[in-house]
């Protein structure tokens, strides 16, 4: 397992894309650099309406919907956390530090929401789902400050191990750790990646999660609803965060100021592995050097080949997704059942990576190849649950039934990453009116010489579909050479196969695409 981030720095935005041995399993996109209403966003929201009959609130946090808090959301101590907040906006709490704090009792667990708050009441939230199709954010109010070792609990004085710290006595360890320098009234989770970690790296991760708390706290003393008080890190740092470890070979940017605000994160979070993140100024797009296009037209579509020649059809519904598994015309399998078990297993690894690059969330329902050997069922159960091992959202597979089918729960926190992959018509554009196709080169000759004659030849690069590129560059004497010849300079011509079969771009040394009047 070989992990490579690439960042794709936009006008507008950027994209990544996580690579695990070349293979796409993330794709995330952040307009302006910054999402709002992402998980881990702090805001302090205004209560529109309670709903005794949910048990659940509505509240506005500057989203077009009302966002969505269920009493079991609200926290054990929310009473303390309101208190908090409270007397921060009346100017009564004006340090951060809650080592003279004085909490207050904890909510029952089965109590009602009508009893805890009101209507029009300030609120401090924190969001747990992002806007999903036609619903608001969903919202909990036990705020937690997320590190790259710790996870920070304020009004908690409890520690937490993960799980999947096996070894008694380093729990053992990071709790007595933990307690002996983690502040008052702040409890603190410790995530798997802490293992074997030295004091100082932990407590350095203490110290910085306290010094968010204390921003979140200055914001809010000027905040007024709906206003977010504290954003989660961009993206790319939340990635790394998350999962750099030893098994990220690489970071590829295309943007410098990006490169020196992660090199800068990541020699703050892992120092040392600041030297894996590389500045990518090649003359091909980043995406396109590194073939994330082109995975990107074939795993996005409703039908995603296999790489024996069998295939997925993926279908959504308001109420569930559907993956239907066929075996195409794939060939070499000893008789019907070894067949089926090899499509099966080869589709269960496909769909793993699917399911995840896709962000599909809710019940998925998928129709593997009937398969008569109860082993043969248990293997491809064993397959599923290895594919998604490392998947970070909470997930449950069902074994096969004895139809065939099998189906998963995904936890959906986000919107599904929906991409359109179908393209316009190269020659009538989606008009119905065709074009001569022959007057193609003659239009780009002559947006090129307006350009060279413009005084807007330097830096020139061309990009175009790859097939069209070779038609321009083929050749013992193409066009590209007798360009050169004409315009004593050589223009580059760069292949691009997210664009469709007749679509062109001139670009310059920025990479800034060159409008031709």
């Not at 004091?199 to 968010?212: C, F, G, S, T």
Request: proline share 3%; with cysteine.
């Amino acid at each position: 397992m070989s992990l490579e981030l690439v960042v794709d720095a936009r006008k507008g935005g950027i994209v990544l894309a996580l690579l695990d041995d070349g293979k796409l399993i993330e794709l995330h996109e952040e307009q302006g650099g910054k999402s709002e209403f992402a998980v881990g966003d702090i805001y302090l929201g205004k209560v529109r309406k309670v709903v005794p009959s949910l048990n659940a609130a509505f509240v506005d946090v500057g989203y077009e919907k009302d966002a969505f808090l269920h009493y079991l959301d609200l926290g054990p101590q929310f009473n303390s956390l309101n208190k908090f907040s409270r007397d921060t906006l009346r100017g009564k709490q004006n340090v951060a530090d809650l080592l003279y704090f004085k909490g207050e009792k904890d909510i029952p667990k089965d109590g009602k929401i009508n009893e805890i708050i009101s209507s029009s009441a300030p609120i401090l939230v924190q969001v747990a789902k992002e806007p999903i199709s036609s619903k608001g954010p969903r919202l909990c109010a036990e705020i937690t400050l997320a590190g790259r070792y710790l996870v920070l609990v304020p009004f908690s004085n409890k520690v937490s191990i993960s799980q999947k710290i096996k070894d008694s006595e380093e729990r053992a360890r990071l709790k007595e750790l933990m307690n002996a320098i983690r502040p008052k009234n702040f409890g603190v989770i410790i995530r798997t990646v802490a293992e074997g970690k030295k004091i100082e790296l932990l407590d350095q991760d203490l110290k910085n999660l306290v010094a968010k708390w204390k921003k979140m706290h200055n914001n809010l003393k000027e905040s007024k609803p709906p206003s977010r008080v504290l954003g989660e890190i961009d993206k790319a740092s939340s990635i790394l965060r998350d999962m750099l470890n030893a098994e990220f070979s690489n970071i590829h940017v295309n943007d410098e100021e990006l490169y020196e605000t992660l090199r800068e994160y990541v020699s703050g979070i892992a120092p040392g592995r600041e030297k894996i993140i590389r500045h990518y100024d090649g003359k091909l797009q980043i995406f396109e050097r590194f073939g994330v296009n082109k995975q990107i037209k074939s795993l996005f579509g409703k039908k995603v080949p296999l790489p024996s020649g069998g295939y997925l059809i993926i279908e959504h519904t308001e109420a569930m997704h559907v993956v239907d598994v066929n075996s195409g015309n794939r060939k070499g399998a000893d008789g019907q059942e070894s067949n089926a078990l090899a499509t099966n297993l080869e589709a269960a690894q496909e769909i793993s990576r699917v399911l995840q690059l896709r962000d599909m969330g809710g019940i998925v329902c998928i129709d593997f190849i009937d398969m008569h050997d109860r082993a043969n069922n248990k293997a491809l159960h064993d397959a599923l649950k290895k594919g998604m091992a490392n998947d970070r959202a909470k997930h449950n597979i069902l074994a096969p039934s004895k139809f065939g089918v099998v189906e998963i729960t995904r936890q959906r926190v986000r919107p599904e990453t929906d991409i359109n992959t179908s393209e316009t018509c190269p020659t009538c554009k989606g008009t119905g009116e065709v074009q001569a196709s022959i007057l193609f080169a003659e239009e780009i000759e002559s947006n090129l010489d307006y350009l060279m004659k413009g005084g807007k030849s330097k830096g020139l690069a061309l990009q175009m579909h790859p097939y069209i590129e070779s038609y321009f560059t083929k050749g013992i004497i193409s066009k590209q050479v007798k360009w050169f010849f004409k315009y004593k300079k050589w223009v580059s011509i760069q292949p691009n196969s997210s664009y469709h079969l007749l679509q062109y771009s001139f670009v310059n040394s920025d990479k800034e695409e060159v409008i031709v009047q």
